[in-house]
Each structure stands twice: as C-alpha cells, then as structure tokens.
C-alpha cells in the first residue's frame, strides 16, 4: 500500500496550489484521510481532515476559510485545494490514513499522529512573499 502526495510546489503569497493525495493498493473508503505539515524546526500540524465518505471534515484554524479539502473514491484520491497562500503556509506537506471503523467518524489530529495506518512521503509547499 502506497499513499502518494503531489501538486507541491514554489508560489507567490496570494497565489493558489492543489495537493494530491493517491493510494494504491487500498480502498479508499475506507480511509479517513489527513493532510499534515511540518515546517523547518517545528513539529507537525494537523490541516485539515475528511471521514472516509466525505460528508465530513475539520480545519485548522489557521487555515479555515482559505483550504478545501475533498475527496474522489472512484479515483482513490483525496484532495487539499489552496487559496489565498501565505509565507507561513511554507512546509511540507503529508497525507495520513487511518482504517474507518465506522462510515462517516472523523478522527482527530493526534488520533492520526498515533494510529495512523499509512503516511505518504510528502511535497514541498514553498510561498514567497
């Protein structure tokens, strides 16, 4: 099983990006999903997250408003659209997935942290100012 992220790259503030998350190997549905980050010399942070059917999702605060997160089951893709990018966005980037064990629950952040069951290898989100 290999989760894959993509659609990194180097953007101006303001600007837009749409991360990838694909998995091969796997169901996706059955798989909550998470997009992480983790800039130089801090820990990683949750971002936002959606329950394996996707009627449910949570943001930080940090990016509520400005990322959407989304998912295709039929393309075993999850989705994390961009808006509005600050410098303080700059990081990298990783999806996580943790077995639903239920339709619709959507785990927490530290629950991912802990439990997850497989992480991609990340992509560098980098905004210039």
């Known amino acids: 099983v290999q989760l894959q992220a993509s659609g990194g790259g180097l953007v101006q503030a303001g600007g837009s990006l749409r991360l990838s998350c694909g998995v091969s190997?796997?169901?996706?549905?059955?798989?909550?999903i998470a997009w992480f980050r983790q800039a130089p010399g801090k820990e990683r942070e949750g971002v936002s997250c959606?329950?394996?059917?996707?009627?449910?999702?949570y943001y930080a605060d940090s990016v509520l408003g400005r990322f959407t997160i989304s998912r295709n089951n039929a393309k075993n893709t999850v989705y994390l659209q961009m808006s509005n990018l600050k410098p303080e966005d700059t990081a990298v980037y990783y999806c996580?997935?943790?077995?639903?064990?239920?339709?619709?629950?959507?785990?927490?952040?530290?629950?991912?942290?802990?439990?997850?069951?497989?992480w991609g290898q990340g992509t560098q989100v980098t905004v210039s100012s």
């Open positions: 996580a997935a943790l077995f639903a064990h239920e339709d619709d629950l959507l785990p927490t952040f530290d629950s991912f942290l802990t439990s997850a069951d497989y």
């Open positions: 190997g796997e169901n996706l549905a059955s798989f909550a």
């Open positions: 959606v329950s394996n059917v996707g009627y449910s999702q």
